[in-house]
């Protein structure tokens, strides 16, 4: 069982920058993807950025040029990096990690993009 825990989320100005981490509880060496994920009110969750093993990347085209995720295999944690930052970024973001078949979630970290 792996446990997922997301945090870095909070309140930013507009233009502003946060990073996001997700701490996995096991070893995430063996993942098949992750990634981030957000919800706004009243709207479906939708991919953010995700990573497969061997490394190669999706950004949604909301996030091309202004976000980026990465992983430290040693910390067991992903990060979205997230610069520019835009009121309509304002969600609820989840981490999640697939491993198999299985895919796990964190319970999310909200970011609010407000002057």
């Known amino acids: 069982q792996v446990q997922v825990v997301e945090s870095g989320g909070g309140l930013v100005q507009p233009g502003g920058s946060l990073r996001l981490s997700c701490a996995a509880s096991g070893s995430i060496f063996s993942f098949n993807a992750m990634g981030w994920y957000r919800q706004a009110p009243g709207d479906k969750r939708e991919l953010v950025a995700d990573?497969?093993?061997?490394?190669?990347?999706n950004y949604a085209d909301s996030a091309k040029g202004r976000f980026t995720i990465s992983r430290d295999n040693a910390k067991n944690t992903v990060y979205l990096q997230m610069n520019s930052l835009k009121p309509e970024d304002t969600a609820v973001y989840y981490c999640?990690?697939?491993?198999?078949?299985?895919?796990?979630w964190g319970k999310g970290t909200l970011v609010t993009v407000s002057a």
């Open positions: 999640r990690i697939k491993i198999g078949d299985i895919a796990y």
């Open positions: 990573m497969l093993s061997g490394g190669s990347t």
